[in-house]
């Protein structure tokens, strides 16, 4: 398999955890703490919190440093996924992204095949994407893999008779934005239990602001970026502080090299 060094823990709080098959569990360093029914969300960042720079092609490797771990436990959480949810941004800045686990790591293809088998899943998770204007690429490879696709009446509109006809369009409430919490609602109705959101900043606050988000992976790369007019933080387009404040518990710290693994808990009750 992966010649990666396994990531040091360096805290884990008690939380109730399933079993990753062996090989997960020695290079993640333990077990993943993810309730049955959740919706969680992955993201590298640079020291100083930028985790996009849209002008620069690829600017998630570059964030990342290319880390090699940070592929490991990419891959990890999309296995640990029934559905990967994703904005029309990360679409078009993906042309050949499918949302897989074992093309972000291949080294570890066949332990997340087992992962996802133990779990009862697919072979790979469905994508789900958000896109209120339905300005999407319809010849995107993941549209032909029975792809999701939430959007509004207009963006609907747009789309008729343009994406493959495994695709699905489902039409939800809004205007300018499509309505997050309806679209979360329908996608756990449908038995998508663990959610995974590899959507951008916008999207993401977008369900930070709605409080959908149960987890926060979040690993923090040894670089500055710093804050030019494209960067973007971890969450753009709402105002939470003051009126809004979202505290989180700090799951676990792992460490590989100079990178820090952080998992944070958001739907927990962390006031003293």
Not at 106 to 129: C, D, H, N
Request: aromatic share 6%.
């Amino acid at each position: 398999m992966s010649e990666l060094e396994p990531l040091a823990v360096l805290r884990e709080a008690p939380a109730a955890a399933w079993a990753l098959p062996g090989e997960l569990r020695r290079l993640y360093g333990g077990d993943l703490a993810l309730p049955g029914r959740c919706l969680y969300a992955n993201f590298v960042a640079s020291i100083d919190g930028v985790v996009a720079i849209p002008s620069l092609a690829g600017s998630n490797a570059l964030i990342s440093g290319k880390s090699e771990a940070d592929r490991f436990v990419m891959g990890l959480l999309r296995a640990a996924a029934d559905l990967v949810l994703i904005g029309s941004g990360t679409l078009r800045a993906s042309p050949a992204g499918r949302w897989r686990a074992e093309t972000v790591y291949p080294p570890a293809a066949e332990a997340y095949g087992t992962l996802r088998r133990e779990l009862g899943y697919e072979a790979s998770p469905r994508v789900a994407i958000v896109t209120a204007s339905g300005a999407i690429p319809p010849e995107h490879p993941v549209l032909a893999d029975s792809a999701i696709v939430l959007t509004t009446e207009r963006g609907a509109a747009r789309l008729d008779g343009e994406l493959p006809a495994v695709a699905e369009i489902v039409v939800l409430p809004g205007e300018a934005e499509v309505d997050v919490r309806a679209a979360v609602d329908l996608l756990h109705g449908r038995g998508h239990g663990r959610i995974l959101s590899e959507a951008g900043p916008h999207v993401f606050g977008s369900l930070v602001e709605a409080e959908l988000v149960d987890d926060l992976f979040l690993t923090v790369s040894p670089l500055l970026a710093g804050r030019g007019d494209t960067a973007f933080a971890l969450v753009e387009g709402v105002t939470l502080l003051p009126d809004r404040t979202r505290p989180a518990l700090l799951r676990s710290v792992r460490a590989h090299g100079s990178h820090l693994f952080l998992h944070y808990a958001l739907s927990v009750d962390v006031r003293p």
